[in-house]
Each structure stands twice: as structure tokens, then as C-alpha cells.
């Protein structure tokens, strides 16, 4: 029996680690990740870019200790949860300058 839970948590596990491959080798082969990163001017996105970063570090932290210990699912770290919504927060303040700069910049032109 502790066989078989070996070989489902493995298969398990390379199943989510090919869905992950194949989708990010589709997003580069067809240069989907032009809207992901940048933002509406076509530059680069820092707010972007460290969102992405902290929320694949988030669900892989998760993900490895739901596999350490797959009887339950673990609750997340309070600390990760913060660090989580201060870059949600960062994103959307970015976000909310880009659209109040655009607006005065409207509003200025006669």
C-alpha cells in the first residue's frame, strides 16, 4: 500500500510539473507574455514583474508542503499571506498613479 501512495504522489506530481511545462512553453512559443509583464505603454512592468515572481514562490511554497505532508492541506504562512497582499497593494497603487497620471494629463490638454 505505501507503494502504491509513493507511485500516486509521484505521478501526481510530474502530472502538475508537465501542465506547468507545456504552458509556459505555449506562452513563449506564441509570445503571449507580451501583455503579462508590460504594461500599456510597452515598457517593462516592475510591478509586474515582482507580482509574478511573489505569487509563483507563494503556490510553490504551498505546493511543497502540501506534497510534504498530502494528508491535509496545510494552512498558509501568515507571513507569506502579508508579504502576498503588500504586492497585491504595490500592483494596484501602480496601477491606480498609471490611471490618475493619464487623467491629468487629459485633463491638461486644452
Not at 46 to 74: E, F, K, N
Not at 85 to 93: E, I, P, V
Request: aromatic share 8%; net charge positive; no cysteine.
Amino acid at each position: 500500500m505505501r507503494l502504491l501512495q509513493t507511485a500516486a504522489r509521484w505521478e501526481l506530481f510530474i502530472l502538475i510539473t508537465a501542465f506547468g511545462a507545456v504552458t509556459v512553453w505555449k506562452l513563449v512559443q506564441t509570445s503571449s507574455f507580451s501583455g503579462l509583464l508590460r504594461s500599456a505603454d510597452g515598457s517593462m512592468s516592475p510591478g509586474r514583474v515582482q507580482l509574478l515572481v511573489l505569487t509563483i514562490m507563494t503556490a510553490l511554497q504551498y505546493l511543497l508542503a502540501t506534497i510534504h505532508d498530502p494528508s491535509h492541506l496545510p494552512a498558509p504562512p501568515s507571513n507569506l499571506v502579508t508579504a502576498l497582499g503588500g504586492s497585491q497593494a504595490l500592483y494596484l497603487g501602480a496601477k491606480a498613479w498609471d490611471m490618475l497620471q493619464d487623467k491629468h494629463k487629459t485633463l491638461e490638454k486644452p
